[in-house]
């Protein structure tokens, strides 16, 4: 019974979420994709997985275990409410459904993985916040955080993380060899996501967020600077890291900071950590980086798959 | 009376080419920007030129001695017909007006200088085209190429010369690490244009066009395969450019073989050659290296709209 | 016994080809890495392999089965032989043994697949060649080449390909924006080996190589300009490489022409066809796109270490 | 008096700063080039200027009016030294120099401009300190900050910012597509310098300075956390910012934030405000952006060199 392979539905597969999310299960060994939908590509082959996109309208939901929506935000949570509600275990990707008392559960594997095991709706879990609750939590659970200063979370991303919509602000000839700060001012819509994952973690904390638009089409950096309690150090956070993190497959607690290169393609978020000497009111430089479209996105989307249906967590995930 | 200041008008102004007009003639001593338009941009500020956008139906073309038409093809050329007809000196960068019989000029000045200076309506010659002509005419005319032998040409554009317009397959997503050829088997819209303008040079030859997308923003290389006459060579084909383009100041023929770097930001075309042994059929490969928004768009049109007015040609470009 | 695994030894490891041989080998169900070697990083953990890099002094041949050399040419090939003579199987990665007359079977297995099951000692194909020569030796074998012409290659490789040494015209202030031909008129190393390749598939053919340095991190796309014999199109040419390559499992031959993306992290070359219409001397152009550092190096390299080891050709290769 | 030309030596010429000081120069109306030296170049021409490159122990110093110095730090400074001995206007663009009590002026023209004028020694800034310096200077002088907490400056720079030596970790191939913290925890080099420049400007405040480095060539972008006392905000710290550089050509302050794109290429630092609503202690988030080789750095030695021999300082220097 166990080695039965499960059957899983792709909705809005051909943005960059769910390309790679039908990508992920080419190479699962017990997921196999049994549709995949899309409205400007229905009737052409989705690459790859021998099947044809059809429209979302005509999904055979009957046939599956388990739906991954990637719609657009506002659509995609009522579909992943629908397909649950019918009995299928559904997964969103958007951020409909990421916000306490939706429902849902918030799908972050390594915070709540016994809440996910049980559900059949799981909100996944936004990009940015995904490095910044795995980073934070292990801090605030272990009581390093001086909760009487903001932490600031300076992050950048690149370019799939704002979808593949055709947008003129996201042309090649004006991304490259560009750098800007967008959605500052906590102003961001992953910032009440963020703020509600603190809390639910530890109480919370103040943060400031400031996303920027990276030259590269994966991957992001977070440079935490980590108010720190009297006593505390770099020492202090990357072994309250380790100590939480030492029995999960998919974070990675390393000496050396983590850079793009390091995690690109992996189902990973990488953890590191650096004093910053001689200042008044400790600080810790504690950075994260992942792949949006894998950790970020569709790697832990697979995670709660792998979850949601009794399967082992790792299964069709490149570490 | 040649201090004179002069007036220009932009219309479609923030597009790539429309930017780039509006950026040379800040640094041009005797054309002043009287009016730029945008539908989209209306009432914004027009950066650095000190005027706000207008819509294109407000432009006072009363006011101004030449405009530049940078619409959309199918818009533009009707556009720089009405304003010729108006009396304003017309440039039209679009692909309107290019083929024989429209009407306007053909406005490459390096091979038509006279026809420009005398008109009232110049269609500002294709990216492509405009290397491919500027590199085989000297040969054409010396006789040295050998025309039972098809021309190919083998080209990659920057992005920019797409356009600006909001597509997906132009996404910084799309177009980072990749690299393609499109538009093959002379089915590129450029083709007619260059089939043209080699038979108006030197009685036409057969070619073979081939672009493709490169991964960058700006310039254009094109790798020409030109089979030669017997005896001819590399040196032959350099001699005769050079004496073509002795006094020219924006056809820079080089020692080595020219690459983007060299040319981009500058209103140039730089040609090489290098010579292919120990073929059955003599074959010399030339290369022609430009910015497609200047020497291929706007740089270009500023040399016709300075010939149209009566200034002197090299105002106001960048060397 | 085929269950079997079998030690690898990976000679010059930190080289852009060693490091690729050392991830394919990570996700390899039958061939471990028992050691790497390099001596800048000796003693240092060789990631995700849980080894340590060793003095290529110190590796213990008489572990392994099979020893990949990606040393820099000149010092690759001697090692590799002198592997194999003290009876280790060894693919040279370097262009050392490419040269009919080396003593190594060259190792395009898609070709030349017997010749390679029964050696001791291969060398493993130069990037551009591998395309160039499985795009042209079922032309050649099917009498649709008209030889009498030049075929014509125009390519474009991304960095990796010029290796990972510390050169200032390969930063990335040297190569982003910019696209330069170099090694023009037959001159880069590559063309004897893709001379000798032809001359073996079906009595060679007069060919010119155009190589151009592309900024992108893999890839190699060849655009070559095929003379063919009257009477035949790109309908028959894609026919011959469809009978050509019908079990072949890294080799597509696709309806659309390939880039990049669809090759890059993949061990494939993917080859399409389009007619050029209206020319005297017919001629089709052919595609070819593949990963350097996979098909055209370290995957290629795995398909011939599992055909010399007696493994399934497959194994541990990315499709 | 005023109409005659100066001339300039530019020592070190074939560095990415080196060669931007040649470039400024081909457009100085006032200032020629009359040597530039490199010791590899030595003989070959330096190109657009007319001249060759000489050893820099050929440098005809008695010839020129001001000398560049754009060697490795280390040789630049004591070079600069001896020719401002030898009664030549003279500006280090190393790090030789920047420390109190070199005996050079630090050259940051819109904050230390009559010591420049009077001075024959000029230290240039470092790229990173000019936008932090011109950034917090106003707010310093204004009393805006809370100087009990420390400023976090994150940092992302373009990779000529690192030099053109041939070095591995700046390859293409390895910093394309990849983004990375380094010289954190106040190590960086030029933290000293920010710290001296920050004490002379307003007694100093204690900062925190991570630098990245991003795929693109030329820019660097300065996201800063500012600690703000009560009852200060954005609009205040636009206000002083504003204030203190009306008369400035080469400060903009700007209504949105600045990016990359809205300053490379010009000799502009330009600065943008925004607030974080709804902190316990207040903040306001101030970002600088300009064009490392241009304001960081030759751009700014024009500047000096302008103000050294009683010129115009705007001469020669793209807005």
């Keep these: 019974m166990m080695n039965k392979v499960r059957k899983a539905g792709v909705v809005g597969a051909t943005g960059y979420t769910g390309q790679e999310v039908l990508r992920l299960l080419r190479g699962h060994p017990r997921l196999a994709v049994a549709f995949a939908t899309s409205e400007s590509e229905a009737g052409r082959p989705a690459s790859g997985n021998g099947l044809r996109y059809v429209r979302a309208a005509h999904a055979p939901l009957g046939e599956v275990d388990v739906v991954f929506s990637c719609l657009p935000t506002g659509e995609s949570g009522p579909w992943a409410v629908a397909a649950a ?86 042309l090649f000839g004006e991304v490259a060899e560009d750098y800007r700060a967008y959605g500052v001012g906590n102003r961001h819509r992953h910032v009440p996501e963020i703020a509600a994952g603190l809390a639910r973690v530890g109480g919370g904390t103040e943060f400031v967020f400031t996303p920027h638009l990276l030259p590269v089409r994966r991957g992001i950096l977070e440079t935490m600077y980590v108010p720190v ?80 249906l009794g399967l082992e967590e790792r299964e069709g995930l490149p570490l």
């Design 85 to 170: 509600a019918a009995g299928v275990a559904a997964i969103d990707l958007s951020a409909d459904l990421r916000e306490p008392g939706s429902g849902a559960v918030y799908g972050l594997p390594e915070l709540w993985r016994e809440e996910v095991r049980g559900s059949r709706l799981v909100a996944n879990p936004g990009c940015y916040p995904t490095g910044i609750l795995l980073g934070l939590a292990p801090l605030l659970a272990a009581g390093l955080l001086d909760r009487s200063r903001a932490v600031i979370v300076d992050a950048a991303s690149g370019v799939t993380g704002a979808g593949r919509n055709a947008r003129r602000d996201l």
């Design 229 to 308: 309690a009297a006593g505390a150090d770099a020492a202090a956070v990357l072994a309250a890291c380790r100590a939480a993190y030492a029995e999960e497959p998919f974070v990675e607690v390393r000496e050396e900071l983590p850079s793009l290169r390091d995690v690109v393609g992996r189902n990973v978020v990488a953890l590191g950590a650096a004093e910053v000497a001689g200042l008044s009111e400790p600080l810790v430089l504690l950075i994260a980086a992942f792949d949006n479209l894998i950790k970020g996105a569709a790697g832990q989307a697979v995670q709660n798959a792998n979850l949601m």
